[in-house]
């Protein structure tokens, strides 16, 4: 199975921020990454799909890049309801995996 | 709007086997297959297989080969998960999710909390 692993696990940032999240692939995988946020006690809500296109309704503060293995998660600049996990997730192969998370939390 | 709903929380015995249950509605239901991920506290999401709600085909993880069997019932736009043979490490939150026209998880039901005890 294919393994992502994101960095950090956890971040500290505050509002107007600029924050970056990172995932890699154990193996290449095009762009076939995803972005969700999830917030406690919610199911995860889709941000970035195809490694870099925004899904509609998502604020544009919200950006993805990347290719093959190494992929970003960017928010150009913190919001309060920013503040949740982080998971990126491939779908190039099965089992589809995801990331470990990235916990964004108030500094 | 597209929206998945969930039965509600299930704490059964070890051993025992559990079903839960997933409707859609705000879309046509055989137009998308629904996925089946948990999520243990504090653990990453884990993605445990999928059914074509038009077909009825299934994939499931290997991790849950022989335990796990998802069915949809068309005319009700309803995709079930049933996990057999089960063990304190299946208490987790179950998610059902639409593979939706972006060929990505959206949207994702409520989940729903499997709680195994004797």
């Known amino acids: 199975a294919i393994q992502l692993t994101q960095s950090p696990s956890s971040l500290s940032a505050s509002v107007g921020d600029r924050v970056t999240i990172t995932c890699r692939a154990s193996?290449?995988?095009?762009?076939?990454l995803a972005w969700y946020q999830q917030k406690p006690g919610k199911a995860p809500k889709l941000l970035i799909y195809?490694?870099?296109s925004l899904e509609s309704g998502v604020p544009s503060r919200f950006s993805g890049s990347g290719s093959g293995t190494d992929f970003t998660l960017t928010i150009s600049s913190l919001q309060p309801e920013d503040f949740a996990t982080y998971y990126c997730?491939?779908?190039?192969?099965?089992?589809?995996?995801f990331g470990q998370g990235t916990r964004l939390e108030i500094k | 709007q597209v929206q998945l709903v969930q039965s509600g929380a299930e704490v059964k015995k070890p051993g025992a086997s559990v079903k839960v249950s997933c409707k859609a509605s705000?879309?046509?239901?055989?137009?998308?297959?629904i996925h089946w991920v948990r999520q243990a506290p504090g653990q990453r999401l884990e993605w445990m297989g999928f059914?074509?709600?038009?077909?009825?085909?299934?994939k499931y993880s290997q991790r849950f080969q022989g335990r796990v069997t998802i069915t949809r019932d068309t005319s009700a736009s309803t995709a079930y998960m049933e996990l057999t043979s089960l063990r304190s490490d299946d208490t987790t939150v179950y998610y059902c999710?639409?593979?939706?026209?972006?060929?990505?998880?959206?949207?994702w039901g409520q989940g729903t909390l499997v709680t195994v005890s004797s």
């Open positions: 999710a639409r593979l939706g026209p972006t060929g990505w998880f959206d949207p």
């Open positions: 705000g879309y046509t239901f055989t137009n998308y297959p």
């Open positions: 059914i074509s709600a038009g077909r009825g085909d299934t």
């Open positions: 193996q290449g995988i095009s762009s076939a």
């Open positions: 195809d490694a870099s």
């Open positions: 997730q491939q779908f190039s192969t099965y089992p589809i995996t």
